[in-house]
């Protein structure tokens, strides 16, 4: 076997095996989520809105974060922790369209928007 064809054979093994941990993943925090939103939050343009689950409680707590656009179509899946008492959340939209939502807890990553393509993917995989 020549080594091009074992290097196309371990990246799609790698993609496979981060496909299968992604869907595992969703899949528990869809199930924990609770069947209503704790919180919802539209964006000052209206162009997305967030519904926030709890996934577990304690400390930390795990959230699970759905992102819709205008259309109340899902585009995004997000889980985050957060530590009770101990969060911030803001949209940035300094120049128009807004390009993140921050739920800040710590060292939390903001969630982009538009969310990546890959992220569009991750939330249609069942």
């Given at each position: 076997m020549s080594a091009k064809k074992l290097t196309v054979k371990i990246?799609?093994?790698i993609i496979a095996i981060l496909l299968i941990?992604?869907?595992l993943n969703t899949s528990k925090a869809r199930k924990q989520a609770t069947l209503n939103p704790y919180k919802t939050r539209i964006s000052p343009n209206k162009e997305y809105k967030i519904e926030m689950y709890y996934i577990s409680f304690g400390e930390p707590m795990e959230l699970l974060f759905r992102v819709f656009d205008k259309k109340n179509n899902?585009?995004?899946e997000y889980t985050r922790e957060a530590w009770p008492g101990a969060v911030f959340e803001a949209w940035v939209c300094e120049a128009g369209p807004c390009t993140a939502f921050i739920f800040e807890t710590g060292d939390a990553e903001p969630i982009r928007l538009p969310p990546t393509w890959l992220d569009r993917l991750r939330s249609k995989i069942p």
């Open positions: 990246v799609v093994l941990a992604n869907y899902l585009i995004a």
